[in-house]
């Protein structure tokens, strides 16, 4: 025998298979060998407890598995490092398991349905909020009896407090999902519904927001809540009616209301809420003190809330999602009885769809740090966090680039130092989709969106050769020249650490992510 080979410590050997009794040293000095070891002896002395007083659900749209690849890489290499070694936050929590996403009458799923069986326990029909699948999209009359209640409304019901945040419209498909029941995802306010008759009998779901707390005591009769305690997204046009003298100082359109009924929400919300706080810019939100504030409200956007990258342009300026989620954690926690907070990054999928990796990446880091700003401002032993996403995005890290090689960069195998070139002897990024608008060069554009102001290229393979695809504004080549890119139907993950944690394990339906809150809170007793 080699004398570089020795024996495993007892404790270290049960790692091995147990007749491996004997390792080269160098192997059991290896830095990649002594981790794992390190990583086992942790699942070992993990104890994790079942009931939670919190529950923090974090939902990242569009967050597949290869978007958490590619963020971790590219969170690694703006710290100057190689990049692939790295986690997010969220991806060191000791549970993990995959999700199946598919809708009941879609294989590959969208926001609404997804986020119906995250926070109702059941899976429905893609396009629908808060009803089961007995229902027909777009028909008002469907929805009688097959509304569903939602872990927030439990929550109420239970006396816990409650919160939602979105960098999305707050009346976006998966923030939606949370409070309202809707035949149709589309009918953010009132003018988005065009049925005549279906305006009086199916409430759009920006007024189902406002409407939240006396809805849900006429749904359950002889319970008394107090109405979700902190909102904060974007979407102000829905709850604005469509008058110019309506218009906040943050207003982009001449006039910045969408509601044809003449109803102005944020007026009747704070007639609901006289001692609410009500914000619309960044001013405000820098000023909302958490010990004193009973109920707050903030919508900082006519539309989505900018990209990460994007907001230093905001006019009035706004939060980051970091900040909204700190903000939110210190104000809910004030309740003795605990809190369940949802938090959705909606701009990811966002800058996917607009085949824009670089904003869909950097805000996947940001919503890492809105998810380390919840562990940092929480007890573990209390809270229960959950990570996940409610679908992918058909986003591919393609080729063999080597180690630390740019993640927005050109492919540049191992050992090489020019691009690889494809069979059309041109060069070709490592991420790219496999459908969408394809090959754009808008350099330093920050709004992935403005990309929707361009032609959609058809015209096959493009020469990078002399283009630096590293920019904020690059857009990735796609293969199937489409509108927009879409979602795609693999699984996706989620991750949790706390109290309850343990559940999350093998692969599941996404409607068991509901179930799991549930236990954990005891939501349903
Ligand atoms: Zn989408």
Not at 34 to 56: R, S, Y
Not at 219 to 230: A, P
Not at 435 to 450: V, W
């Amino acid at each position: 025998m080699n004398a570089k080979w020795v024996t495993v410590p007892a404790a270290l050997a049960f790692a091995a298979s147990a007749h491996a009794a004997v390792l080269p040293k160098h192997q059991m000095e290896n830095n990649w060998y002594k981790d794992g070891q390190d990583q086992l002896v942790k699942k070992l002395n993990l104890k994790t407890g079942l009931k939670a007083k919190n529950v923090i659900l974090f939902v990242g749209d569009g967050m597949g598995v290869s978007t958490l690849t590619a963020a971790r890489i590219f969170e690694g290499q703006m710290n100057d490092k190689p990049g692939e070694e790295g986690y997010l936050s969220f991806e060191k929590f000791p549970y993990t398991a995959l999700v199946k996403t598919y809708n009941v009458d879609a294989q590959t799923p969208d926001s609404a349905g997804t986020m119906t069986a995250m926070i109702s326990g059941l899976k429905t029909d893609a396009g629908v909020i808060g009803v089961d699948e007995d229902v027909v999209r777009g028909q008002c009359d469907t929805v009688k009896g097959n509304q569903v209640a939602t872990a927030v409304e439990l929550a109420e019901i239970k006396g816990l407090s409650t919160g939602v945040i979105s960098t999305a419209r707050i009346t976006h498909a998966t923030p939606a999902a949370t409070y309202a029941k809707s035949v149709d995802r589309n009918w953010e306010d009132v003018s988005d519904i065009k049925d005549e008759m279906a305006k009086d009998k199916c409430e759009d779901i920006a007024s189902q927001l406002v409407n939240f707390e006396k809805n849900l005591e006429k749904r359950y009769l002889g319970i008394d809540v107090d109405g979700i305690d902190f909102v904060m997204g974007g979407g102000r046009r829905h709850f604005l009616p469509k008058d110019a003298a309506a218009n906040s100082a943050d207003a982009r359109s001449e006039v910045e209301g969408d509601r044809t009924d003449n109803r102005n929400l944020v007026t009747e919300w704070q007639e609901k809420y006289p001692q609410g706080t009500y914000v619309m810019d960044q001013k405000g939100f820098d000023a909302i003190d958490v010990a004193k504030a009973s109920k707050v409200f903030g919508l900082f956007n006519e539309s989505h809330m900018q990209y990460e990258a994007d907001r230093k342009n905001d006019k009035a300026g706004e939060p980051s999602l970091s900040e909204m989620t700190e903000t939110a954690v210190n104000f809910l926690k004030k309740d003795k009885d605990g809190f369940l907070l949802v938090v959705e990054s909606g701009r990811i999928d966002h800058g996917h769809h607009a085949g824009n990796a670089y904003n869909a990446l950097n805000d996947t880091v940001e919503f890492a740090k809105a998810v380390q700003k919840a562990v940092d401002n929480t007890n573990p032993e209390e809270t229960l966090i959950l990570v996940t996403a409610d679908h992918s995005h058909v986003f591919t890290i393609a080729g063999y680039p080597k180690r630390g090689n740019p993640i927005l960069g050109k492919v540049v195998a191992v050992g090489e130092t020019e691009p690889t070139k494809a069979a059309d002897g041109k060069p070709y990024t490592t991420l790219g989709y496999a459908n969408g608008r394809g090959f754009m060069d808008l350099g330093t554009e920050t709004d992935a969106d403005a990309g929707y102001g361009q032609d959609i290229h058809k015209d096959g393979r493009v020469d990078l050769s002399n283009i630096d695809t590293t920019t904020p504004g690059f857009h990735q080549e796609a293969t199937v020249p489409k509108s927009s890119e879409t979602h795609a139907g693999e699984d996706i993950t989620l991750h949790a650490t706390g109290p309850g944690a343990q559940l999350v394990q093998g692969v599941v339906e996404q409607s068991d992510v509901y179930h799991i809150i549930n236990k954990a809170l005891g939501l349903d007793k």
